[in-house]
């Protein structure tokens, strides 16, 4: 088992930055990948960005150029950059997690994100 805690949430002004952080702890070893994702009210949850060992770092079309995904594996954390941040990036950001063997995936609680003046 894997567990995700955020953190890094906030009110920031458009055209701000903004870092969140995602430990994981336990089954650490199992994991294959980290990502992040999102979600506003009214709708469902999408992806932000992805970073695996194997991969390239994977970005929805709506944030490449201004989020940046990082991991440490060494620490076991995942990161994620915002910067010139909009009002449409406001959300629930959620950490996730996933192992090929077994086929697992594990979610945080959220953070939330607020972009407004």
């Known amino acids: 088992q894997v567990r995700l805690v955020e953190s890094g949430g906030g009110l920031v002004q458009p055209g701000g930055s903004l870092r969140l952080s995602c430990a994981a702890t336990?089954?650490?070893?199992?994991?294959?990948?980290m990502g992040w994702y999102r979600q506003a009210p009214g709708k469902t949850r999408e992806l932000v960005a992805t970073i695996t060992d194997s991969a390239p770092t994977n970005y929805a079309d709506s944030v490449k150029g201004r989020f940046t995904i990082s991991r440490d594996n060494a620490k076991n954390t995942v990161a994620l950059q915002m910067s010139s941040l909009k009002t449409e990036d406001t959300a629930v950001y959620y950490c996730?997690?996933?192992?090929?063997?077994?086929?697992?995936?594990?979610w945080g609680q959220g953070t939330q994100v607020t972009v407004s003046s």
């Open positions: 336990g089954s650490t070893s199992s994991i294959n990948g």
């Open positions: 996730n997690a996933w192992s090929l063997r077994p086929p697992d995936a594990y």
